[in-house]
């Protein structure tokens, strides 16, 4: 791994993959839980990286490196305890199709391999309570649009390269789309619920198919 500051009160580690970022993450949160992390306010993992904040304080940043030696990468571990969530879905998205062709399988197909699959919360990012998830599919691991949509409808679940995502409010976005939450869908963002993310890191996800509304 590769460890560099990002100005005085932050560390940035660079790693390879997905599994390290897990083992590194979980390794760090461990630690900040048992109160040997004293300084440091949070610890934010992304696609290659883990983000390690500690305002005003050298002394934890230093201990975050001692720590960082001793992690062993190949070891991933992840939230054990962020317990699981079922999200409904009508399968009616604008690239449904455009999916199931660049697959090579029908739409049907489709269908059956998203809701087949058990999916991880890898880390958060883009939005409040957007996250990417882990362990898609390959015949579903496919580019984002050419030209992102200008308004993607709040709920609209979609895909875009390794990872599968739901859009918690309307937004911008470039995601391949398969379909939409149902109204009586979980919210996946509420600033007053604690915490206000339903998908945090290490939550697996799985989706049904709730027909056509």
């Known amino acids: 791994m590769d460890v560099r500051p990002v100005g005085p009160e932050a560390l940035l580690v660079d790693l390879d993959g997905l599994a390290e970022v897990d083992a590194v993450g979980a390794a760090l949160r461990e630690a900040l839980t048992r109160g040997e992390l004293p300084g440091v306010v949070d610890v934010v993992p992304a696609a290659r990286t883990v983000l390690v ?10 201990a975050v490196r001692a720590l960082l030696e001793a992690i062993d990468t190949t070891a991933p571990r992840g ?5 699981s969530v079922e999200l409904p879905v009508h399968y009616d998205g604008e690239d449904l199709e455009l999916v199931a062709r660049d697959a090579r399988c029908s739409v049907d197909e489709v269908v059956d391999l998203h809701t087949g699959a058990t999916l991880t919360v890898a880390f958060g990012g883009f939005a409040p309570g957007f996250a990417y998830l882990a362990g898609l599919p390959e015949p579903l691991q496919q580019p984002r649009l050419d030209t992102p949509r200008p308004r993607i409808p709040s709920g ?5 390269g390794e990872f599968g ?13 398969l379909g939409r939450l149902t109204d009586d869908a979980p919210t996946l963002f509420d600033p007053d619920r604690d915490p206000p993310a339903l998908l945090v890191p290490g939550t697996t996800v799985r989706f049904r198919d709730a027909g056509q509304p």
Do not use: K
């Not at 939230?79 to 317990?83: L, P």
């Open 156 to 160: 609209s679940v979609g895909v875009a």
């Open 79 to 83: 939230d054990r305890d962020a317990g």
């Open 53 to 62: 904040t500690a305002p005003g304080a050298r002394e934890a940043l230093a």
């Open 165 to 177: 995502g739901v859009y918690p409010r309307t937004s911008p976005g470039g995601w391949r789309l």
